[in-house]
């Protein structure tokens, strides 16, 4: 894992469970992580990749047996 603060969609893509096309199409849509354009690239703070992916963790609920 790369001790960088800020990764490119490439880096993400590499370290973490999205692909690149995945966070252009979120970002296309002001959905997905927060991110800012640095010159002609798009960079994500790391904290921000695994707060929005903390976001959507699912909670399981349990099921309630009827019995019978």
Known sequence: MSSSKYLTRQQVEKEYPIKAWTLAHLASQKRGPR????????????????????????????????GG
Do not use: F
């Open 35 to 66: 991110y800012a354009i640095v010159g002609k690239n798009a960079v994500y703070a790391r904290t921000d990749i695994e707060s929005w992916i903390d976001s959507l963790m699912v909670e399981p609920s349990q099921s309630v047996g009827t």
